[in-house]
């Protein structure tokens, strides 16, 4: 049994935002990958951290917002160190998260059931890196399907390109996550600034627009606010420039 709550149940490629799946996105959800002009480099598609988001960034499905466990496992030392590395990480102690799972990780043996599946757990060590700033770790242990993420991780480490691709993959995987469209807007919008092709800037505004619809539509979001808020002072920018 896999107490990592429902999502953990769900496909990570495609269940990103549950709520999302059956909205329909006039502009068009899918961007298909498109071939980088040679003059387009790792820092024409990266954004800086310092304002790249907006608002903090999310966990895009690797590990549940807020969510505990439940109650204390009793069963192997595997589930027992995943319990208290997920208890690390809820408090903020990232560092002893990441100890605790990577000693979770080592003692795994396949074909033995477990409360927890090693992939969950993977993805909650990524997370715990991440937050520490080693976006290379990171890198290295987290699932190969959350492209946000890892595109993400690689913004970090200002290989905007790679970063470009995931996003592109990861909308192309669910085409109803906002936070799918807001990169691949951020994106090219970053790069419009540097090219001024004027299709870049057509993409941001359309990827800002469906983040926008699809944010406004989730009912399980949060308080999206300051997203929305963001998203349309990147759109009167992008309005406004000629």
Request: hydrophobic share 30%; net charge negative; aromatic share 10%.
């Given at each position: 049994m896999n107490r990592f709550l429902e999502w953990a149940r769900e496909s990570k490629s495609a269940k990103l935002v549950p709520a999302l799946v059956a909205v329909a996105v006039s502009a068009g959800c899918a961007v298909g990958a498109r071939n980088l002009e040679s003059r387009v480099n790792?820092?024409?598609?990266?954004?800086?951290?310092?304002?790249?988001?907006?608002?903090?960034?999310?966990?895009?499905?690797?590990?549940?917002?807020?969510d505990s466990l439940?109650?204390?496992?009793?069963?192997?030392?595997?589930?027992?160190?995943v319990y208290e590395g997920h208890t690390h990480y809820e408090?903020?102690?990232?560092?002893?998260?990441?100890?605790?799972?990577?000693?979770?990780?080592e003692l795994y043996q396949d074909g033995t059931d477990y409360d927890f599946d090693l992939s969950d757990v993977k993805g909650l060590l990524a997370e715990s890196h991440y937050r520490l700033d080693d976006f290379?770790?990171?890198?290295?242990?987290?699932?190969?399907?959350?492209?946000?993420?890892?595109?993400?991780?690689?913004?970090?480490?200002?290989?905007?390109?790679?970063?470009?691709?995931?996003y592109e993959k990861g909308l192309e995987a669910n085409p109803n996550d906002p936070e799918a469209h807001f990169r691949v807007a951020l994106s090219y919008a970053g790069r419009w600034k540097v090219t001024k092709d004027d299709s870049d800037k057509e993409i941001a505004i359309?990827?800002?627009?469906?983040?926008?619809?699809?944010?406004?539509?989730?009912?399980?979001?949060?308080?999206?606010?300051?997203?929305?808020s963001y998203i349309h002072g990147k759109l009167s920018e992008l309005y406004k420039s000629n």
């Open positions: 790792d820092q024409t598609l990266s954004f800086s951290a310092g304002d790249s988001l907006g608002v903090e960034r999310g966990d895009y499905g690797i590990i549940p917002n807020g439940g109650p204390e496992p009793s069963g192997t030392e595997f589930d027992n160190l408090k903020g102690n990232y560092q002893e998260a990441a100890e605790t799972l990577t000693q979770a990780i290379e770790k990171a890198l290295d242990v987290a699932p190969e399907d959350s492209y946000l993420f890892r595109g993400d991780c690689y913004s970090k480490l200002e290989k905007g390109r790679a970063a470009f691709e995931l359309e990827r800002y627009l469906s983040a926008s619809a699809l944010y406004g539509a989730c009912e399980e979001c949060g308080d999206v606010s300051s997203r929305l």
